[in-house]
Structure formats: structure tokens, C-alpha cells
């Protein structure tokens, strides 16, 4: 494509992304309709037995039917290969929900599907397998076997060969769980407590059934303390759903959390009978959709509409203790909803959004500098940045990653170079010192081939799942970010440069013949791996860039693939990021030419 067309084409999904905002002014995004949510939800309401839910059962039980994937199983999004969890749990739901005979003819084909990866419904290799992919988490293995055990699709002695969640340690204070190196089991507290009492019913013929019985009120007063006001945990449909049945399937229904989960669940549910794995993520897509645009977002949005994403993004900056989670003020979550806890990505990509609409206010000043604060207390001693907590890097929730560092790393950096004489002198040093520890964890967590890992997305064509492209393409990006910034320090300077040069050549060598990028070299190209590689590489690498903008080009739909690593290592798409990494591929592009 000549500049001309490339520019055409921008504008075009500019104005695209632009009219992608809400009423509100604000961008809200689409997750993909997953079809192990949908399980979940419609056993939850069919388990809660309200006649105002069959229809709404109906629904789910009707998409689950119609979104098989050809090989009999199913993945977490339509788009997403078969994998055992969600084809067990849309097997149990089917089961369960049916009335009639409609539901046989898919339930049979999963048994194949399931048979031919030695898989059997009278035996236990459901649990074993289950309790293998899962590992050391049972907060997500223990619930789908439970949820099958409820429906009646395994055997009910599968649940004695289970690990009991000790719902009874939801009573400790917070302080205690790094205390007993209980691995960031705040986030795990309703599961541990509706799961965990729905086993000990089961088991209550033990010895410590008549003691442990003691502690369900006190835990459910726990669980509903943490309720959030949408009645979603983290805004999660399966979390919720599992809460939810567990709790009712218990005898204990008439308690808030499970009359607002049970809610939120009935307004989750989207016209086409499915529900998403969360509400939405439109705090991530609207920050990622301001750094799209660039300064370009001046020459589409007047000031009173830039003013009005401005505030809505300061509006959602933890202002106190999260009740959920104990995080402290001065984060920001994925979405505008009350489920939502602070992260690094997050509260990253909300600063940097800031940043870029500045207009000098007290308010944005301060929002910002807490922003940055709160960022350098979350660092882990490593030098990375974990998503949700500072802690042992057992789990998702605590481990250091590239991707979130890099992102870190461009935040702090670009406040000191806009806003270093207006933050507060200690809190100046405080980021200059993080900063230092930054790089050099991206240093010595760069592959030899200048690759880096992601933590929160994959790809499900790759050999092992991973996803180096997107890994590196973000870092690589963040770090040629840093490069312009004038007050960067020489000896950072020139590391980033290096780290950056050969990220690049990783980039280059993994380019397909036909111009686009996948998960690795060899994996089919998607346009948000293609738009990524293209953003890292703009500056400089033209020829690579021009075959991929001519790929992008021929695609002939804007499609989402599902490179999202969810909770428990669920798979989504989102429809913004093709749009909004395209229409960013080519600014960047543009700028450089």
C-alpha cells in the first residue's frame, strides 16, 4: 500500500473507533459469549428455581446446542479449540437442564469427544484430569467437579476423592494469609467459602462435621460482606455462578449473596442466550483506545467530550481500602463496575491515559501521582510487577511479568518527563529507584532470541500456548516510548536500546511469508498479533511493516481471536482489540514515515 491508502484507511478506523463509545463517552468493549460461563449460569438459575428464570434457562441451554464445535467438544469461546473443562461443564449443564430428548445428540458426541482423549464418565479420570490441569488451584478444579457432581454427569463418590477447601479460613484476618503462606487467597474467598461449605455438606458425616458446622454463619456474614453492589465477585459470570449454586445446593439461598449473584447473573445474560466471562473490560479498552488515537484523539473529540473521559477515568481511581481485596487506595480496575479490583495493567495504562490528556489540574495531578504510588508498592523484589499483588510468585495473581512491567515502566517514566517538577520530591525518587529495578528485570527476562513472555494473553496455536509475539511486541513498544523521553537516564538509556534492538530482530525473524504475525513464526497471523508487531516495529523496520499493514488489509472482517487469558486460564476474545490495535498499527506507522 502507498501512504496515500494507508492514510485512507486510518482515518477510516479512527472514525471507527470513535463511534465504538458509549453514551456515556467512554468505550465499553465486547467480550466473546463463552460457553463455559453459559454452563455455569444456567445451572446457577436452574439450581435457584425461579419460574421467571426457565425462559432464561431456555436460552442458555438453546445457545450451548447451537455452538459445538465440529469435533463434538468445546472451547471457551467459539472461536476457541475444545478443551476438557468447558466440554464437561457444558455436558453437566446440558444434562441438567434439559427437558426432553433435545439435548442428547450433542451430549453423546462430547462422550466421544471425550472418550477418544481417554476420558470416561464411570470411572475417575474426570477428577484426575481435572485436578491435573488445574494443580495446586482449587479454587477453579474444585468447583467444576463439584458443579458435575451436582448434576448428576459423575459419579457422587467423585467428590470424596477431592480436597476439602477449608472454608473456615475465610474468617482470618487478611494479615494472617502471608503469615501461613496461604498463596493470595483473598482473591479465592468466595469459592473457598460457598465451595468449601457445599463439600463439608457433603462430607458432613465426618468427625469435624458437628465443629465445622460452627463456622458456616460467621463465613457466610464474611461472604456477604464482600458482595460487591453489581452482586458479581470480580464481576466474574462463572465465579458467581458457582458461589451461587454451591450455596443454594446447601440449603442456604435466603442471604444476599446469593440473591444479588443470582441477579447478576440474570442481567449478564445477552440476547443471543450466552454470557461473557465478565462484564466487560471498558476501563482497559478505553485507556488502550487513548493510546491508539495518540494526539489524533484532539482533531475528532472537542473538549468538553475530552474533558468527559478525562474525569470518568480519575472517577474510577480507588479512593479507599478495597473491601475485597484489602488493596490500597490510588489503583484502577478493569471496568467502571463495583466487582472490579485494582491491577498494575490497569492502573498503568490509566495514567499513561491521563498523561496524554493532561490539562494541569490539581485533581489529574494528584490522580496520577497516587497512581504512580501505588504502582512502586506493588513491585515485587525482582524488579516486575505483578498483576494484583506484591507477594510469593506462586500464582497468577502475584507473579512478575514482562508485559506489566514494561507498562509500569513507561507510566513512572513518562510522569517524572512530564510532571517532575510538579510530584513530590520523595515520591520522584521513589519511582527513579523503581524504575532502575524495572529494567533490569525486563533485562534478565528477555530471551536470548530477544523474546519476552505475557502473562494475562496467549495463543492457542502455539506448541505451548504461549504468546512471544504479543509479549514482545507490548515491551518492545513501552520501551521505544521511553526512548523519546528526554530526561531518560544515559546508562537506562542505552539498556532499553538494546533490550529494544533485539526485540525487534525477534519480531522480524517471526514474520509469516505472507506478511502477518502469529503466536510464533508458523502460527496463523491474527490482525492483533499482525497490528502489535507493526506498532514495535514502525520505527525503523518499513519493509516488514509495509507487508503487514498489506495483510491487515486484506482481511476482510475486523475479527476478534481469542489471545485473552481470563481467570483460571480461560480463553476470550474482545471485539475492540483488533480495531484498536489496527488503528494504532497504522498511527504509529504514519508518524515514522
Not at 187 to 208: N, Q, R, T
Not at 251 to 266: P, S, W, Y
Not at 343 to 370: K, P, Q, R, V, W
Request: charged share 20%; with cysteine.
Amino acid at each position: 500500500m502507498e501512504n496515500s491508502g494507508i492514510v485512507d484507511k486510518y482515518l477510516q478506523l479512527r472514525d471507527q473507533l470513535i463511534n465504538e463509545r458509549n453514551q456515556n463517552g467512554f468505550w465499553t468493549g465486547e467480550l466473546a459469549t463463552s460457553a463455559l460461563s453459559t454452563a455455569v449460569a444456567v445451572v446457577a438459575l436452574k439450581v435457584a428455581g425461579h419460574e421467571s428464570d426457565i425462559e432464561r434457562v431456555h436460552l442458555g441451554f438453546e445457545w450451548l446446542l447451537g455452538n459445538i464445535n465440529a469435533d463434538g467438544g468445546y472451547g471457551d469461546t467459539t472461536e476457541s479449540v475444545s478443551n476438557v473443562s468447558t466440554t464437561l461443564l457444558v455436558y453437566s449443564a446440558l444434562k441438567f437442564c434439559q427437558t426432553g430428548q433435545e439435548g442428547v445428540s450433542a451430549m453423546k458426541a462430547i462422550e466421544r469427544w471425550l472418550s477418544d482423549r481417554g476420558i470416561d464418565f464411570g470411572s475417575d479420570t474426570i477428577t484426575k484430569s481435572i485436578l491435573k490441569f488445574y494443580g495446586n488451584d482449587y479454587t477453579f478444579s474444585v468447583p467444576i467437579i463439584s458443579m458435575l457432581s451436582l448434576c448428576g454427569a459423575i459419579p457422587s463418590s467423585s467428590m470424596e476423592k477431592i480436597p476439602q477447601l477449608p472454608f473456615e479460613l475465610a474468617l482470618l484476618p487478611s494479615s494472617f494469609y502471608r503469615f501461613l503462606n496461604l498463596r493470595v487467597v483473598s482473591y479465592a474467598l468466595p469459592a473457598l467459602i460457598g465451595v468449601g461449605i457445599y463439600e463439608h455438606m457433603y462430607h458432613k458425616s465426618s468427625f469435624a462435621g458437628p465443629l465445622r458446622d460452627l463456622f458456616i454463619k460467621p463465613s457466610i456474614r464474611k461472604l456477604i460482606r464482600l458482595v460487591p453492589s453489581s452482586g458479581g465477585f470480580l464481576e466474574a459470570i462463572p465465579l458467581t455462578g458457582f458461589v451461587s449454586m454451591c450455596l443454594i445446593s446447601s440449603g442456604i439461598k435466603d442471604n444476599t449473596a446469593v440473591q444479588k449473584g443470582i441477579e447478576f447473573l440474570r442481567v449478564q445474560q445477552r440476547k443471543n442466550g450466552g454470557w461473557p466471562i465478565d462484564t466487560d473490560l471498558s476501563t482497559w479498552v478505553t485507556t488502550l483506545s487513548i493510546k491508539a488515537l495518540g494526539t489524533g484523539i484532539y482533531q475528532v473529540l472537542n473538549e468538553q467530550e475530552i474533558r468527559t473521559i478525562r474525569n470518568h477515568i480519575i472517577g474510577l481511581q480507588l479512593k479507599e481500602i478495597h473491601p475485597f481485596n484489602g488493596a490500597k487506595p490510588g489503583g484502577w480496575g478493569w471496568t467502571n463496575y463495583s466487582g472490579s479490583v485494582p491491577d498494575a495493567d490497569d492502573t498503568a495504562g490509566a495514567i499513561i491515559a491521563l498523561l496524554g490528556l493532561y490539562s494541569g489540574s490539581e485533581e489529574e495531578l494528584s490522580a496520577i501521582s497516587n497512581g504512580c504510588r501505588w504502582l512502586t508498592e506493588l513491585q515485587n523484589r525482582d524488579g516486575g510487577f505483578p498483576t494484583f499483588c506484591k507477594g510469593w510468585s506462586k500464582l497468577p495473581f502475584d507473579k512478575s511479568c514482562a508485559d506489566l512491567t514494561g507498562h509500569a515502566l513507561l507510566a513512572l517514566l513518562m510522569t517524572i518527563e512530564k510532571l517532575g517538577r510538579s510530584i513530590p520530591h520523595k515520591l520522584c525518587k521513589q519511582i527513579r529507584r523503581s524504575t532502575v529495578r524495572a529494567v533490569a528485570y525486563l533485562n534478565a527476562n528477555q530471551s536470548d532470541e530477544g523474546a519476552w513472555l505475557p502473562l494475562w494473553f496467549g495463543n492457542q496455536l502455539t506448541d505451548d500456548q504461549s504468546n512471544p509475539t504479543y509479549g514482545t511486541a507490548k515491551v518492545c513498544t513501552y520501551l521505544t516510548d521511553c526512548l523519546k523521553f528526554k530526561q531518560l537516564n544515559t546508562g537506562i538509556r542505552g539498556r532499553l536500546a538494546i533490550m529494544t534492538a533485539k526485540a525487534r530482530q525477534y519480531l522480524l525473524n517471526q514474520q509469516n511469508s505472507d506478511g502477518s504475525w502469529g503466536g510464533k513464526k508458523g502460527t496463523r497471523g491474527t490482525i492483533e498479533e499482525t497490528s502489535l508487531a507493526v506498532c514495535a516495529l514502525a520505527d525503523g523496520n518499513r519493509d516488514a511493516c509495509l507487508k503487514g499493514i498489506s495483510w491487515l488489509e486484506k482481511q476482510e472482517k475486523i475479527t476478534a481471536a481469542p489471545i485473552g487469558l481470563y481467570f483460571a486460564l480461560l480463553w476470550y476474545d474482545e471485539k475492540m482489540y483488533p480495531l484498536i490495535y489496527q488503528t494504532e498499527a497504522l498511527r504509529r506507522f504514519l508518524e515514522f514515515s
